[in-house]
């Protein structure tokens, strides 16, 4: 009954709710969610303890980890909880029913294996890359940008769904490692920044221009 | 054996983390910088391809050049790194010494794999450890700089990812076992399925295009390099773009034995074009030197993009210009460090007469940016014109002409600011006399001018031997 | 060939014992000087012999640098022609630099002047030699960049760097061009080889090596529209770096069109018409310029640009030679090119040296503060009279010799001596020239006046001394060389026919146009022009005896000049240069666009006004600048995609990676 | 023999000249005039009388007058007088007799400014601009003779008696005459260009350039220009005169006569005309250029 193919559009579903998330902490929450749907995704394709131990890895970087580490930079923050894109939530939200549309008649073009998986997973992730696009095109704080950065990520780790058998485990940990390094010193460098630019400046980090 | 390379800086950097006084750490760098180039003196005195790993880590022709070149002016920024480090005793430098060792160890793995994820995986590592040394300065424009860095290049390559997974379909759809290993693919790639592979190629051109800084993906490196002090912009233009340059050209590779060689080499052609145009438009008028001298990187990079495009006899050209212009951009930032920190600014208006006030770096400075510009005493002369005439040969005459036009404009924007910067009278002398030019500080800078113009003059037998097995082995259509 | 390429090695090695010794001591001075002297007169020896004797001429060694190019260096006519020139004025140069640039008076810039002084000989030497582009180009880039360091050797004055970036951008150009050049032969020759195989070159293929060739090497010759870097450089050089400029640097922008029109096939008739034309309009308004200009060294540099014209007038005869297959006109042509090129080198190098010793006694190139310096400076003026006449082209001096063969050369295009093709169109070129030769009359006239003659305009001639022997010295000898070259052209001669020999018989079917060619002195009445020098220069002495005798201290009583009986003329009632210039200035305002302004006086009592008056370079000051100056500010509207703003830069990402991805592939 | 002619014709018939231009002016003036020899005594005079000489001049001032007359006289050798060929002649002379008379002009300007006045200033200014501008039509003439007469020599070009060119091209020989006539009247600062016994300096062009020069420097000056004048006279003398005798005498006879008609004529044209204003001088030279550059286009091939 739960099959892959409802897990994606699940995933396609939250890309909607963290565009039209109001405040920051929600978004981050649902973001979190999302990482731990797609951390579980690849029980459904293969089992095996190899797969199983991944599975548990993902969910507890994307579920947890990477959440609690913006959570921890964002803690002291002196921006206000609700953040606005700057094109306003209805534009937003547009550009990615528009986004998911393109991404389902582009996936239509690429030719799938017949493969047994669902047919969802590429125009799952292309819209899930598209989506992490539009938040980082209309966000403006430094924060809501690696969340879109993250979601980018996640569209990609759907489309590694396909490959499970195909690459092989050491590869897999240094894509997750990665992530883990990249979101990190990202938080690190959103405290310097609170800590070093004022807020005003914050919005808008435009100093360095020709 | 070939896997010291990547070992030896690796644990260097770890021994920077752990020793604990800002004096004699800095000593450390040039030591393990010397190590990994005297291992691979070793490895190409030996000749053979060396290969480990059941062919994940393979030396090759093509890997030894572009390990040369990034080994050469590695450890030639690392002579310069104590020097430098003194002379800036407020800032800690324990991450700064421990990142450029790793960014030494990234980049050789990036050089060595075969196998496009682990490629992945490394490049992404490059891009993390060089973040913290753009930040070395922990002034509010190197913090913004880092963070555009960080942001544009972790997208771009979030989308090469993407355009990996797509090659490994690609080769999963036709039937064959899926794999991301260079030589399966090479062996594979004439059935390969086309879409898959054309959308893998333009997603792999746009996101390492990002971290190489080609046009219109270049906006993060007039940032970056403009507020890195003048030894991380040699390492970054000089060294991490030109590994990630290695990168594309595999790429390159697999599309053009894939079939998609007339879209690949026209993509090349126009993004090459494009990046120097754009070096050219952005040049004019710069008030700052070191974001001139980003620019320059970006028009060099379109040279070996155009080249790539070319291919036929421009391969030669290309191969040749990733160690000409390593050398000249290690030249140029050193030199331009040196300026920058003796005249306290970075802006045209306030720094004349460098010539005057700092003889050495002054007059390096503007032999370095002859030597950027293709004059004919020193090295990039030779690679241009090779790229120049191949492109005649290859009929591609207005690629040619608007190369031509290209490296005039960017002559007249980029020579305006460096004349001002060097002739005249000195705007204001030296801040202190520690400034002034130094024997730490200017030793290396004249090791590597001297080299640039040796290169410039003969080309040892076995340098030429090396390039030219790598051109034959690259030689597509 | 060896000593040869001995020579230029210790030419260029003759700045770098200087630049290692302390700037203090004049040691380094006499080594650069040494050197050089020693490396030029084995390199004239090695030349010498060659055109006497022959021998071997050709030297390649195997060189891995770009593939299929090794160090290929060879000599043959039009080489050695071109070879002397180089040799003999940075040997004089070289010498008249040490009294003129004393390491003691300049200390800080001394020393980088005679290193790379060295390295720009050296650099035009081996360029001539050059047998491949690579070569040609390494020779090339090592002269530019060597004179451009010369140039902006005191670059603290604001206008020294002003000129510097103004040549390093016209040479850079032409750099460029030549890679397009050599690129596209290699392309369709397959061989680097500089005297490349003309056969294999299509008449499309050849128009176009011949306007990048024009284009690339005009630039360095300075033909009219070209010519914008040249007075600023040749002004703010120091004076032996303007004589080797403008004696020899200039000349090697003509070389590379010579070599690259050598092997051209089929030149048709319009190639030569257009030289023709150049050279007339530069000549012309070249001197046009020169007479308005008020700094006389950038007068000096105009008349450069004027006797280039009149070389290309004659290149322009050669190449309608061997268009119609009438080897007279190539034998002229060629002839009188080649030969201008010798005269110009030594009779320009003297006037510049002349200006060197003006500039070293009153520290100013302003002709309307000077005036009766020739009195306190007899030789100096002396040779700058001698000079003047050369340039001028009047009959006992060097310079008339070339202008006559062109003037034959001109003539024939009529038909005159046999009734063959006959081109009228071209014959309007001699008129032409002797606007030129009449417009240099004029100019010089006023130059020699402005300077040395009449009654001082101010007061910084009063201080004026003669130059030091180390000056005199290398004046001489070129005032010598070119009163030898005027009064015995028959001995020079024969040294000039490989040249021609070696220009036409590089076409592919050039060889039975070479066949047909005959030796200069049989064919130009160069016998009668010496007797007729002689008995000339016998009369002035016969005359001049006679008027000293009848002017002896008793005949003659002094006074004031009679101004019509005005008793108290004054120095400044003089006529400066820009009124000497006013009617030429007026005629030529179209071209020249002088600049004047004049003080408005509007108010009763009028309070001081000053009227300044100028000629800017009307190609560079109305066309160019103003022209890059509205490029760039279009330019700077591009800056509005990197302002800052990390979502654009991400924006731009994903545009280029959509647009590739629906592009119809 | 036929040398001698010629160098007893360069001797004596200048100055003759320039006194029956005098003549016929005074003549045109209702007035006796000078007698037909004056100039002669004039030079005789000069040639005894000391010299005021300015100690503004240097040696140039000085040598100024002896190369103004060595190069007229040596220019005097290539032209041909009569039928015979001139004493010099060999291809390409006519450039040598043009530059020549270029030298004698350069080296009279630099000796007049010598003296450092404004006057001498004025004088070299207009006459250097103005012969630059006669120059090419002088040159578009020899293009003319030189293609008629298939030599660049000027006593072939110029030797040989008319008679036949002028039934085949005389369009471009009279346009070429008439050019070289206004030559004439600007080189040797005859009236509409120039006053030759002025004493206002605003308008002296030739007069103010020798303002200076005083005793047997001046009678040099003097026997020079008119020397000048004569070589002038002849070219266009010799292209006029149709008749060949065969006997050197005679034909010197009827070239001594024609000259002296040409004389008067000049003396006539500068009794009936005033000076042009200096604006308009250039224009005249221009239009002579125009003249003879079509003299050229009108030759028959």
Same mark, same amino acid.
């Given at each position: 009954?739960?099959?892959?193919?409802?897990?994606?559009?699940?995933?396609?579903?939250?890309?909607?709710?963290?565009?039209?998330?109001?405040?920051?902490?929600?978004?981050?929450?649902?973001?979190?969610?999302?990482?731990?749907?797609?951390?579980?995704?690849?029980?459904?394709?293969?089992?095996?303890?190899?797969?199983?131990?991944?599975?548990?890895?993902?969910?507890?970087?994307?579920?947890?980890?990477?959440?609690?580490?913006?959570?921890?930079?964002?803690?002291?923050?002196?921006?206000?909880?609700?953040?606005?894109?700057?094109?306003?939530?209805?534009?937003?939200?547009?550009?990615?029913?528009?986004?998911?549309?393109?991404?389902?008649?582009?996936?239509?073009?690429?030719?799938?294996?017949?493969?047994?998986?669902?047919?969802?997973?590429?125009?799952?992730?292309?819209?899930?890359?598209?989506?992490?696009?539009?938040?980082?095109?209309?966000?403006?704080?430094?924060?809501?940008?690696?969340?879109?950065?993250?979601?980018?990520?996640?569209?990609?780790?759907?489309?590694?769904?396909?490959?499970?058998?195909?690459?092989?485990?050491?590869?897999?940990?240094?894509?997750?490692?990665?992530?883990?390094?990249?979101?990190?010193?990202?938080?690190?460098?959103?405290?310097?920044?609170?800590?070093?630019?004022?807020?005003?400046?914050?919005?808008?980090?435009?100093?360095?221009?020709? | 054996?070939?896997?010291?390379?990547?070992?030896?800086?690796?644990?260097?950097? @770890?021994?920077?983390?752990?020793?604990?006084?800002?004096?004699?750490?800095? /000593?450390?760098?040039?030591?393990?910088?010397?190590?990994?180039?005297?291992?691979?003196?070793?490895?190409?005195?030996?000749?053979?391809?060396?290969?480990?790993?059941?062919?994940?880590?393979?030396?090759?022709?093509?890997?030894?050049?572009?390990?040369?070149?990034?080994?050469?002016?590695?450890?030639?920024?690392?002579?310069?790194?104590?020097?430098?480090?003194?002379?800036?005793?407020?800032?800690?430098?324990?991450?700064?010494?421990?990142?450029?060792?790793?960014?030494?160890?990234?980049?050789?793995?990036?050089?060595?794999?075969?196998?496009?994820? @682990?490629?992945?995986?490394?490049?992404?590592?490059?891009?993390?450890?060089?973040?913290?040394?753009?930040?070395?300065?922990?002034?509010?424009?190197?913090?913004?700089?880092?963070?555009?860095?960080?942001?544009?290049?972790?997208?771009?390559?979030?989308?090469?990812?993407?355009?990996?997974?797509?090659?490994?379909?690609?080769?999963?759809?036709?039937?064959?076992?899926?794999?991301?290993?260079?030589?399966?693919?090479?062996?594979?790639?004439?059935?390969?399925?086309?879409? /898959?592979?054309?959308?893998?190629?333009?997603?792999?051109?746009?996101?390492?295009?990002?971290?190489?800084?080609?046009?219109?993906?270049?906006?993060?490196?007039?940032?970056?390099?403009?507020?890195?002090?003048?030894?991380?912009?040699?390492?970054?233009?000089?060294?991490?773009?030109?590994?990630?340059?290695?990168?594309?050209?595999?790429?390159?590779?697999?599309?053009?034995?894939?079939?998609?060689?007339?879209?690949?080499?026209?993509?090349?052609?126009?993004?090459?074009?494009?990046?120097?145009?754009?070096?050219?438009?952005?040049?004019?008028?710069?008030?700052?030197?070191?974001?001139?001298?980003?620019?320059?990187?970006?028009?060099?990079?379109?040279? @070996?993009?155009?080249?790539?495009?070319?291919?036929?006899?421009?391969?030669?050209?290309?191969?040749?210009?990733?160690?000409?212009?390593?050398?000249?951009?290690?030249?140029?930032?050193?030199?331009?460090?040196?300026?920058?920190?003796?005249?306290?600014?970075?802006?045209?208006?306030?720094?004349?007469?460098?010539?005057?006030?700092?003889?050495?770096?002054?007059?390096?400075?503007?032999?370095?940016?002859?030597?950027?510009?293709?004059?004919?005493?020193?090295?990039?002369?030779?690679?241009?014109?090779?790229?120049?005439?191949?492109?005649?040969?290859?009929?591609?005459?207005?690629?040619?002409?608007?190369?031509?036009?290209?490296?005039?404009?960017?002559?007249?924007?980029?020579?305006?600011?460096? @004349?001002?910067?060097?002739?005249?009278?000195?705007?204001?002398?030296?801040?202190?006399?520690?400034?002034?030019?130094?024997?730490?500080?200017?030793?290396?800078?004249?090791?590597?001018?001297?080299?640039?113009?040796?290169?410039?003059?003969?080309?040892?037998?076995?340098?030429?031997?090396?390039?030219?097995?790598?051109?034959?082995?690259?030689?597509?259509? | 060939?060896?000593?040869?390429?001995?020579?230029?090695?210790?030419?260029?090695?003759?700045?770098?014992?200087?630049?290692?010794?302390?700037? &203090?001591?004049?040691?380094?001075?006499?080594?650069?000087?040494?050197?050089?002297?020693?490396?030029?007169?084995?390199?004239?020896?090695?030349?010498?012999?060659?055109?006497?004797?022959?021998?071997?001429?050709?030297?390649?060694?195997? *060189?891995?640098?770009?593939?299929?190019?090794?160090?290929?260096?060879?000599?043959?006519?039009?080489?050695?022609?071109?070879?002397?020139?180089?040799?003999?004025?940075?040997?004089?140069?070289?010498?008249?630099?040490?009294?003129?640039?004393?390491?003691?008076?300049?200390?800080?810039?001394?020393?980088?002047?005679?290193?790379?002084?060295?390295?720009?000989?050296?650099?035009?030497?081996?360029?001539?030699?050059?047998?491949?582009? $690579? $070569?040609?180009?390494?020779?090339?880039?090592?002269?530019?960049?060597?004179?451009?360091?010369?140039?902006?050797?005191?670059?603290?004055?604001?206008?020294?760097?002003?000129?510097?970036?103004?040549?390093?951008?016209?040479?850079?150009?032409?750099?460029?061009?030549?890679?397009?050049?050599?690129?596209?032969?290699?392309?369709?020759?397959?061989?680097?080889?500089?005297?490349?195989?003309?056969?294999?070159?299509?008449?499309?293929?050849?128009?176009?090596?011949?306007?990048?060739?024009?284009?690339?090497?005009?630039?360095?010759?300075?033909?009219?529209?070209?010519?914008?870097?040249?007075?600023?450089?040749?002004?703010?050089?120091?004076?032996?770096?303007?004589?080797?400029?403008?004696?020899?640097?200039?000349?090697?922008?003509?070389?590379?069109?010579?070599?690259?029109?050598?092997?051209?096939?089929?030149?048709?008739?319009?190639?030569?018409?257009?030289?023709?034309?150049?050279?007339?309009?530069?000549?012309?308004?070249?001197?046009?310029?020169?007479?308005?200009?008020?700094?006389?060294?950038?007068?000096?540099?105009?008349?450069?640009?004027?006797?280039?014209?009149?070389?290309?007038?004659?290149?322009?005869?050669?190449?309608?030679?061997?268009?119609?297959?009438?080897?007279?006109?190539?034998?002229?042509?060629?002839?009188?090119?080649?030969?201008?090129?010798?005269?110009?080198?030594?009779?320009?190098?003297?006037?510049?040296?002349?200006?060197?010793?003006?500039?070293?006694?009153?520290?100013?190139?302003?002709?309307?503060?000077?005036?009766?310096?020739?009195?306190?400076?007899?030789?100096?003026?002396?040779?700058?009279?001698?000079?003047?006449?050369?340039?001028?082209?009047?009959?006992?001096?060097?310079?008339?010799?070339?202008?006559?063969?062109?003037?034959?050369?001109?003539?024939?295009?009529?038909?005159?001596?046999?009734?063959?093709?006959?081109?009228?169109?071209?014959?309007?070129?001699?008129?032409?020239?002797?606007?030129?030769?009449?417009?240099?009359?004029?100019?010089?006239?006023?130059?020699?006046?402005?300077?040395?003659?009449?009654?001082? &305009?101010?007061?910084?001639?009063?201080?004026?001394?003669?130059? &030091?022997?180390?000056?005199?010295?290398?004046?001489?000898?070129?005032?010598?060389?070119?009163?030898?070259?005027?009064?015995?052209?028959?001995?020079?001669?024969?040294?000039?026919?490989?040249?021609?020999?070696?220009?036409?018989?590089?076409?592919?079917?050039?060889?039975?146009?070479?066949?047909?060619?005959?030796?200069?002195?049989?064919?130009?009445?160069?016998? *009668?022009?010496?007797?007729?020098?002689?008995?000339?220069?016998?009369?002035?002495?016969?005359?001049?005896?006679?008027?000293?005798?009848?002017?002896?201290?008793?005949?003659?009583?002094?006074?004031?000049?009679?101004?019509?009986?005005?008793?108290?003329?004054?120095?400044?009632?003089?006529?400066?240069?820009?009124?000497?210039?006013?009617?030429?200035?007026?005629?030529?305002?179209?071209?020249?666009?002088?600049?004047?302004?004049?003080?408005?006086?509007?108010?009763?009592?009028?309070?001081?006004?000053?009227?300044?008056?100028?000629?800017?370079?009307?190609?560079?000051?109305?066309?160019?600048?103003?022209?890059?100056?509205?490029?760039?500010?279009?330019?700077?509207?591009?800056?509005?995609?990197?302002?800052?703003?990390? &979502?654009?830069?991400?924006?731009?990402?994903?545009?280029?990676?959509?647009?590739?991805?629906?592009?119809?592939? | 023999?036929?040398?001698?002619?010629?160098?007893?014709?360069?001797?004596?018939?200048?100055?003759?000249?320039?006194?029956?231009?005098? +003549?016929? +002016?005074?003549?045109?003036?209702?007035?006796?005039?000078?007698?037909?020899?004056?100039?002669?005594?004039?030079?005789?005079?000069?040639?005894? +009388?000391?010299?005021?000489?300015?100690?503004?001049?240097?040696?140039?001032?000085?040598?100024?007058?002896?190369?103004?007359?060595?190069?007229?006289?040596?220019?005097?050798?290539?032209?041909?007088?009569?039928?015979?060929?001139?004493?010099?002649?060999?291809?390409?002379?006519?450039?040598?007799?043009?530059?020549?008379?270029?030298?004698?002009?350069?080296?009279?300007?630099?000796?007049?400014?010598?003296?450092?006045?404004?006057?001498?200033?004025?004088?070299?200014?207009?006459?250097?601009?103005?012969?630059?501008?006669?120059?090419?039509?002088?040159?578009?003439?020899?293009?003319?003779?030189?293609?008629?007469?298939?030599?660049?020599?000027?006593?072939?070009?110029?030797?040989?008696?008319?008679?036949?060119?002028?039934?085949?091209?005389?369009?471009?020989?009279?346009? #070429?005459?008439?050019?070289?006539?206004?030559?004439?009247?600007?080189?040797?600062?005859?009236?509409?260009?120039?006053?030759?016994?002025?004493?206002?300096?605003?308008?002296?062009?030739?007069?103010?350039?020798?303002?200076?020069?005083?005793?047997?420097?001046?009678?040099?000056?003097?026997?020079?220009?008119?020397? +000048?004048?004569?070589?002038?006279?002849?070219?266009?003398?010799?292209?006029?005169?149709?008749?060949?005798?065969?006997?050197?005498?005679?034909?010197?006879? #009827?070239?001594?006569?024609?000259?002296?008609?040409?004389?008067?004529?000049?003396?006539?044209?500068?009794?009936?005309?005033?000076?042009?204003?200096?604006?308009?001088?250039?224009?005249?030279?221009?239009?002579?250029?125009?003249?003879?550059?079509?003299?050229?286009?009108?030759?028959?091939?």
């Amino acid at each position: 009954m739960f099959t892959l193919t409802t897990l994606l559009e699940l995933v396609l579903l939250l890309n909607f709710f963290v565009l039209g998330a109001s405040r920051l902490r929600t978004a981050v929450n649902l973001v979190a969610v999302q990482g731990m749907l797609l951390g579980a995704a690849p029980l459904w394709l293969e089992h095996g303890p190899r797969v199983v131990l991944l599975s548990l890895g993902t969910m507890a970087v994307k579920g947890i980890l990477i959440p609690r580490l913006l959570l921890y930079a964002m803690r002291d923050q002196t921006i206000g909880p609700e953040f606005r894109p700057a094109g306003g939530f209805i534009a937003s939200l547009l550009l990615g029913a528009v986004g998911t549309g393109a991404s389902l008649w582009f996936g239509g073009t690429l030719p799938l294996h017949n493969g047994e998986h669902s047919q969802l997973i590429v125009p799952a992730s292309l819209a899930t890359t598209f989506a992490g696009f539009v938040m980082l095109f209309t966000r403006v704080k430094t924060i809501s940008q690696s969340l879109g950065y993250l979601v980018l990520e996640n569209g990609v780790f759907i489309f590694g769904l396909l490959l499970i058998e195909a690459v092989p485990a050491m590869v897999e940990i240094g894509v997750l490692l990665d992530l883990i390094v990249a979101v990190f010193v990202m938080g690190i460098i959103i405290q310097h920044i609170n800590r070093e630019l004022d807020p005003l400046e914050v919005q808008h980090l435009s100093s360095l221009k020709e | 054996m070939a896997v010291y390379l990547v070992v030896l800086p690796a644990l260097a950097a @770890l021994a920077a983390l752990l020793v604990p006084s800002d004096r004699w750490r800095p /000593w450390l760098l040039p030591l393990g910088s010397g190590l990994h180039v005297a291992c691979l003196a070793s490895l190409i005195r030996s000749g053979e391809t060396v290969s480990q790993f059941d062919g994940w880590l393979v030396l090759d022709s093509t890997a030894k050049v572009f390990m040369l070149a990034i080994g050469v002016l590695h450890f030639l920024c690392m002579l310069y790194a104590p020097g430098y480090l003194a002379l800036r005793p407020e800032r800690p430098n324990r991450i700064l010494c421990a990142c450029m060792l790793a960014s030494l160890a990234m980049m050789s793995l990036v050089v060595l794999s075969r196998h496009l994820g @682990l490629m992945w995986v490394a490049v992404e590592a490059t891009t993390l450890v060089t973040a913290p040394s753009i930040y070395f300065n922990h002034n509010a424009r190197s913090l913004e700089a880092t963070w555009k860095y960080l942001l544009i290049c972790s997208v771009g390559i979030a989308l090469a990812l993407l355009g990996s997974f797509f090659l490994a379909y690609s080769a999963l759809y036709a039937g064959l076992k899926p794999t991301l290993l260079f030589d399966d693919l090479m062996a594979a790639a004439p059935n390969l399925s086309r879409p /898959w592979l054309h959308a893998a190629f333009i997603l792999l051109l746009v996101g390492y295009g990002a971290k190489m800084g080609l046009s219109p993906m270049h906006t993060w490196k007039p940032d970056a390099y403009g507020e890195a002090p003048g030894m991380v912009g040699a390492l970054m233009a000089g060294g991490v773009t030109s590994c990630v340059f290695l990168a594309v050209l595999r790429i390159y590779q697999i599309a053009v034995r894939g079939g998609d060689g007339a879209f690949a080499s026209r993509t090349m052609i126009f993004f090459g074009l494009l990046s120097m145009l754009t070096a050219a438009v952005f040049m004019v008028r710069q008030r700052d030197f070191k974001r001139m001298l980003a620019y320059s990187s970006v028009e060099h990079m379109g040279i @070996l993009v155009f080249g790539v495009g070319l291919g036929g006899a421009a391969i030669y050209g290309v191969l040749l210009h990733v160690i000409n212009n390593a050398l000249a951009k290690g030249v140029l930032f050193l030199s331009a460090g040196n300026i920058h920190r003796a005249y306290g600014s970075k802006l045209t208006d306030h720094v004349t007469g460098a010539m005057r006030g700092l003889p050495l770096s002054g007059s390096l400075f503007l032999f370095g940016f002859f030597a950027g510009c293709g004059s004919p005493p020193f090295s990039p002369f030779v690679s241009e014109f090779s790229i120049i005439a191949a492109a005649f040969r290859e009929r591609h005459f207005i690629g040619a002409a608007i190369f031509l036009a290209a490296l005039m404009a960017v002559f007249l924007g980029m020579g305006a600011t460096v @004349l001002g910067i060097t002739l005249g009278k000195p705007s204001r002398p030296p801040q202190q006399a520690a400034f002034a030019d130094g024997a730490w500080t200017g030793a290396p800078i004249v090791l590597l001018m001297s080299l640039v113009l040796l290169l410039g003059l003969y080309l040892p037998p076995f340098l030429s031997d090396l390039v030219n097995q790598a051109a034959a082995s690259l030689a597509m259509n | 060939m060896n000593l040869l390429m001995a020579s230029i090695a210790m030419i260029a090695v003759s700045g770098l014992p200087g630049a290692v010794l302390d700037k &203090r001591r004049l040691g380094g001075q006499f080594l650069a000087t040494l050197f050089s002297a020693a490396g030029s007169i084995c390199g004239l020896y090695a030349v010498g012999r060659w055109l006497a004797a022959g021998g071997q001429s050709d030297l390649r060694i195997p *060189w891995t640098l770009v593939p299929g190019a090794d160090f290929h260096v060879g000599l043959d006519g039009l080489s050695a022609a071109f070879l002397l020139p180089i040799f003999l004025i940075s040997m004089l140069g070289s010498i008249y630099g040490q009294g003129y640039w004393r390491q003691s008076e300049h200390a800080e810039n001394g020393r980088k002047l005679r290193l790379f002084y060295g390295l720009c000989a050296a650099g035009m030497a081996s360029l001539v030699v050059a047998r491949n582009s $690579v $070569v040609f180009l390494f020779g090339w880039e090592v002269m530019a960049l060597g004179a451009f360091m010369l140039v902006a050797t005191e670059d603290d004055q604001p206008s020294v760097a002003e000129a510097g970036w103004l040549y390093l951008v016209a040479t850079h150009a032409a750099t460029l061009t030549l890679f397009g050049l050599f690129g596209a032969l290699w392309a369709i020759c397959g061989t680097f080889d500089l005297p490349a195989d003309g056969s294999k070159l299509a008449p499309a293929a050849a128009n176009t090596v011949f306007v990048l060739a024009l284009l690339g090497f005009g630039f360095k010759a300075g033909i009219m529209p070209l010519h914008v870097w040249l007075p600023s450089a040749h002004a703010n050089a120091p004076s032996h770096v303007s004589a080797l400029m403008s004696g020899v640097l200039i000349k090697m922008g003509v070389y590379g069109f010579l070599r690259v029109s050598s092997f051209l096939p089929e030149p048709p008739l319009w190639w030569g018409g257009l030289l023709l034309a150049l050279g007339v309009v530069s000549g012309v308004i070249g001197l046009a310029f020169a007479v308005a200009q008020q700094d006389f060294k950038r007068l000096l540099a105009y008349s450069s640009i004027e006797n280039i014209g009149i070389i290309f007038i004659a290149t322009g005869l050669a190449l309608l030679g061997r268009a119609t297959h009438r080897a007279d006109w190539v034998l002229l042509g060629m002839g009188g090119a080649v030969w201008h090129v010798w005269n110009h080198a030594l009779f320009k190098a003297l006037l510049f040296y002349c200006a060197g010793s003006v500039i070293h006694a009153v520290e100013t190139r302003e002709i309307n503060l000077l005036g009766g310096l020739g009195k306190r400076m007899p030789w100096t003026a002396f040779c700058f009279v001698v000079g003047a006449t050369a340039v001028c082209g009047l009959p006992p001096l060097n310079g008339f010799v070339s202008e006559f063969l062109i003037y034959v050369g001109l003539f024939g295009t009529l038909g005159i001596p046999d009734a063959g093709a006959t081109l009228p169109a071209a014959a309007l070129a001699a008129p032409g020239l002797a606007l030129i030769g009449a417009l240099a009359v004029a100019c010089y006239a006023t130059a020699m006046a402005g300077i040395f003659l009449g009654a001082p &305009r101010s007061s910084r001639v009063e201080h004026a001394h003669e130059a &030091r022997w180390t000056m005199l010295a290398p004046m001489f000898a070129l005032a010598g060389g070119c009163v030898f070259v005027g009064l015995a052209p028959g001995v020079v001669a024969p040294a000039i026919d490989p040249a021609i020999a070696a220009w036409t018989s590089a076409a592919p079917g050039g060889s039975e146009l070479a066949a047909a060619l005959i030796p200069l002195a049989e064919r130009a009445p160069l016998g *009668w022009l010496s007797a007729l020098g002689l008995s000339l220069v016998a009369m002035l002495a016969l005359g001049g005896v006679v008027l000293a005798a009848r002017l002896r201290p008793r005949f003659v009583s002094s006074s004031v000049t009679w101004g019509c009986g005005y008793v108290a003329p004054t120095a400044r009632m003089q006529y400066t240069s820009t009124s000497f210039s006013e009617i030429l200035t007026g005629l030529f305002r179209w071209a020249l666009g002088p600049r004047v302004n004049r003080p408005k006086i509007d108010e009763l009592f009028p309070q001081s006004a000053s009227f300044a008056s100028s000629v800017p370079d009307s190609v560079l000051e109305r066309v160019i600048r103003p022209g890059l100056n509205w490029i760039a500010e279009r330019i700077l509207w591009f800056r509005v995609f990197q302002q800052g703003n990390v &979502r654009a830069y991400l924006f731009y990402m994903f545009a280029a990676l959509v647009l590739l991805l629906i592009w119809p592939h | 023999m036929e040398t001698a002619i010629h160098l007893l014709t360069v001797l004596l018939l200048p100055l003759v000249l320039r006194g029956v231009i005098n +003549k016929t +002016k005074a003549a045109f003036a209702g007035r006796v005039g000078p007698p037909l020899l004056q100039p002669f005594y004039d030079v005789i005079r000069l040639a005894q +009388k000391d010299s005021v000489i300015s100690e503004t001049t240097g040696w140039v001032f000085r040598a100024g007058p002896v190369v103004g007359l060595a190069t007229v006289l040596l220019a005097s050798l290539l032209a041909p007088f009569g039928r015979e060929s001139a004493p010099v002649s060999f291809s390409g002379d006519v450039f040598l007799f043009v530059y020549l008379l270029a030298l004698g002009r350069f080296f009279m300007a630099i000796a007049s400014l010598d003296t450092g006045s404004a006057f001498e200033g004025m004088g070299v200014t207009r006459e250097l601009t103005f012969s630059a501008l006669a120059e090419p039509a002088l040159f578009f003439g020899f293009l003319v003779m030189a293609s008629l007469s298939r030599s660049l020599s000027l006593s072939e070009m110029l030797g040989e008696s008319f008679g036949p060119q002028w039934q085949t091209s005389s369009a471009s020989l009279v346009l #070429v005459l008439v050019s070289w006539f206004i030559i004439l009247l600007a080189e040797n600062s005859r009236i509409p260009f120039d006053d030759p016994n002025t004493h206002l300096e605003l308008t002296m062009i030739h007069e103010v350039i020798v303002l200076d020069h005083s005793g047997p420097a001046l009678a040099m000056i003097l026997y020079g220009a008119s020397v +000048k004048l004569l070589l002038f006279c002849s070219l266009i003398v010799q292209m006029l005169s149709p008749f060949d005798s065969g006997y050197a005498l005679v034909d010197a006879g #009827v070239f001594v006569v024609e000259t002296l008609v040409l004389a008067a004529f000049i003396g006539v044209i500068e009794s009936t005309m005033a000076r042009l204003r200096m604006p308009d001088v250039p224009r005249l030279l221009v239009t002579a250029c125009v003249l003879s550059a079509f003299g050229i286009i009108l030759l028959p091939h």
